[in-house]
């Protein structure tokens, strides 16, 4: 295609033999030009952080004195922080409660709106509402919701004669409470892009299987649910990968208490860059987390490769 | 029933004259219908409620209607105490930066891959996909460090608005959606532009932008929301109070406000995004729709 382009803006004689002049004229410097924007960009802040990230990683710095190799010391010492498995397990357990909440609601809630010839519009401007609410303005919104004297959770349950329950301030209950704000504040997202996908699902699929004698729901589970099956498994992932990056949420709830019942991943890397100052152990565990998330993405492709073949 | 036909979805109007869908569907449509209303509108209708009340009518009924009186002077009165007027300003200085940089890397990046195609194009479009499938975490911290002293230059950023600017406009989904619209753009319309003599610049100015009204709003817009919702980064770059979003500002001022003004500044701030988002909900939700698409 670039041959295509060429031709028609320069000379086709000179095309052979291109000498830098002609180059020139035929805007190959513009392209440059505008190239640049983007390839700066870019290299400043997108591929250059992601390579000194894996060199910092490696490095002992205190911004002040010139960074120094250590090796796999940032490595070992991250690895072997006894906070660790803690935090591994607090992150596992909101990603997982995060699937369970929040994996079927959005589906659930896009296979019905797209039924709704008239009023579908209506459902969706109203669920992604939550979606445009900034997350902080959500979270603290929530956390008065959650407050275990006066909040509104609490006072809902008291007509039915249950509770008062401590929320936030329960080790048992502080991640089931964040999950729940997350699910309310992203299901509405996840339903419209399940519904841009529904609208590609041909009618006559629908047509054949009720002749074939399938009732309603038959047709959801053999005929809907296999025809989004794709982006349902991308966006489980994109969940996954998301759900394991999870910061503002603990962060603002919690504080990754009580007794550390949600401090995640990201929770540490934070406190290690910018409480304790050391960029080294931070960079080490982001890059162990990355790497972990990469390995993940790759097993997952090919094991539901395998699965929508058969 | 012919005329129907290609109307269908999953329920058919076969199913629609049976008892139990046609009774059914309607309770469900209404059960649901109250559902989401009460997770989308209640809890910022509640918000409006215990933003115009006292104090200690939030803390004794946070169910009860008013049991004071509507306290209107909630809504001045945090604006002045609380500051939201001058945390607010931040918040649009940084979205509208935001925006501005996001749509000159990317109609000018889309512009170069997808009309100019150089032979080093298909390099640069690959470089940008791989930071699709990279978890950001890994460039969090070098980022942050890229910000205190830029290499080559050793500018400091921190503590400017250019902190927040200028990062944001390197968005991988951006430049893929925006050049995924040029790509659609008839060929023969660019050839015909450029036997009339058109430079690359007048090209890119006089035909492909104007052509490209519709993707540049949903992406302004969809640039907008993030950049309002945004919370880590203004947070980790920007520690001076004067310049800080309302956002990063709301959990800091929050220990020393009456809860009353709180949630009048909550309001405040959700109010914006959320008008926005109402008058202009059909470009948004075909843009967040369109994100699945990329995605996939």
Known sequence: MAVLTRVSTAHPATQSRRSPATWLRSGGLSSILFALPLVLTFLYFSWGPIVRGLVLSFQKTNLVTPAEWVGMSNFSYVLTDPQLPQATINTLYFALLALIFGFPV??????????????GWLYNVISYLPAVVPPVVAILLWKYFYDPGSGVFNAILDWFGLGPYAWLNSPNLAMPAIVLEATWAGAGATSIIYLAALTGVRNELYEAAELDGAGIWRRVWHVTIPQIRGIILIMMLLQLIGTFQVFTEPFLFTGGGPDN?????????????????????????????????????????????????? | MTAEAPERG??????????????????????????????????????????????????????????????????????????????????????????????????????VLSVLRPKWGPVITGLVLATLFLPGVISLVPLYLTILKMPVFGWNLQNTFWAVWLPQAAGAFNILVMKRYFDAIPRELIEAARIDGASNLRLFTALILPM??????????????????????????????????????LPRVQKTTDLSLQMSALFLA?????????????????GVGMSGGIKE
């Open chain 2, 270 to 286: 959700v109010l914006i995004p959320v008008v926005l988002f109402l008058i202009f909900q059909k470009q948004f939700l075909r």
């Open chain 2, 10 to 111: 999953i329920i058919s109007t076969m199913d629609r004259r049976r008892p139990l869908v046609r009774y059914g569907l309607p309770i469900i449509q209404v059960l649901l219908f109250i559902g989401v209303v009460i997770a989308g509108v209640g809890p910022l209708l509640w918000l409006l409620k215990s933003g115009l009340s006292t104090s200690q009518d939030i803390l004794k009924g946070p169910l009860s209607l008013w049991p004071s009186g509507i306290q209107w002077h909630n809504v001045p009165d945090a604006w002045n105490q609380v500051q939201i007027g001058s945390y607010l300003g931040n918040t649009a200085i940084i979205a509208i930066g935001s925006l501005l940089s996001t749509l000159f890397v990317c109609t000018t990046g889309a512009f």
């Open chain 2, 212 to 249: 490209s009204k519709p993707i540049i709003g949903v992406v302004a817009l969809l640039t907008v929301i993030g950049s309002w919702k945004d919370y880590l980064w203004p947070l980790l770059v920007l520690p001076d109070p004067r310049l800080q979003p309302i956002s990063v500002a």
């Open chain 1, 106 to 119: 959005p589906l659930f809630l896009a296979v019905f709106i797209s039924e709704l010839r008239k009023t």
């Open chain 1, 261 to 310: 019942a949600t401090t995640t991943i990201l929770l540490l890397i934070y406190r290690y860059a910018f409480i304790n100052g050391d960029f080294g152990a931070a960079t080490a565990l982001s890059v162990l987390l990355a790497l972990v998330l990469c390995v993940l993405s790759v097993v997952y492709h090919f094991l539901t490769r395998r699965w929508s073949t058969t």
